[in-house]
């Protein structure tokens, strides 16, 4: 059971090159997130998928586009990477999203992305 | 502003020492509560978490969380830490906002462990 997996691990771009980062979980969970880590700001919220085709902006969505592909993956592209980009990169996924309820997230391992 | 503090960035223990890592955090209504571990270069593990019920939590790896509702506070402790407990610890809530599972995290707490 691989839990959550995510690919690249690392990541080398150039400012305005594209690149997309993939993410799969074999949970059967129904919600998928994507977060960002930055020093001394722990993680920050992009995008995240309540279900199979839909998808919602988190705290700081500017930049990056994601797609819900099926139940199982979750992507998270830049189309122009800066170098503000620059950050480690985590997918979670969790059983259920209610309003005023919750589950647990769990996390993949993270793609450690640098933007030259 | 609504939010999940850490106040200490580095903690440094002995091996064999207590620890007691704090997180208060600011919403009206009691949020859920998590603590994650993050160890150097993977991603984050679930130590413990707080939905109701009785307020202190056991965890995983000997670790355990109160919860103080008159201090808003949610705070982890280990009664003797070993050198593999050397990691990042994160704080995180879900407030009662409605609409989705946002989980809101602290800044972090690094911890070293001296042997």
């Known amino acids: 059971n691989a839990g959550v997996t995510q690919t690249p691990k690392f990541q080398v771009l150039k400012t305005g090159q594209s690149m997309t980062l993939q993410c799969a979980q074999d949970?059967?969970?129904?919600?998928m997130y994507w977060y960002r880590q930055d020093p001394g700001m722990g993680l920050r919220l992009i995008y995240y998928?309540?279900?199979?085709?839909?998808?919602d902006k988190g705290e700081v969505p500017n930049g990056y586009n994601v797609s819900r592909l099926n139940k199982r993956e979750f992507s998270l592209r830049l189309e122009s990477a800066a170098p503000s980009q620059t950050s480690v990169y985590f997918c979670?996924?969790?059983?259920?999203?209610?309003?005023?309820?919750?589950?647990?997230?769990?996390f993949g391992p993270g793609t450690r992305l640098t933007v030259l | 502003a609504q939010s999940v503090t850490q106040p200490d960035i580095h903690i440094t223990v002995s091996e064999g020492a207590s620890l007691e890592l704090r997180c208060n955090y600011s919403?009206?209504?009691?949020?859920?509560l998590f603590w994650y571990v993050q160890s150097p270069g993977q991603g984050l593990q679930l130590l413990l978490k707080y939905f109701s019920g009785d307020t202190l939590v056991q965890g995983i790896k000997g670790f355990e969380a109160e919860f103080k509702r008159s201090q808003s506070s949610f705070n982890l402790r280990k009664p003797s830490v070993h050198w593999s407990d050397a990691a990042e610890y994160f704080c995180a809530v879900v407030p009662f906002s409605g609409g989705y599972n946002k989980l809101i995290f602290g800044a972090g707490t690094r911890l070293a462990v001296h042997p």
């Open positions: 919403y009206g209504a009691t949020p859920y």
């Open positions: 949970m059967n969970h129904n919600s």
């Open positions: 998928s309540a279900s199979e085709g839909t998808t």
């Open positions: 979670a996924s969790s059983g259920v999203l209610l309003a005023g309820g919750t589950d647990t997230q769990y």
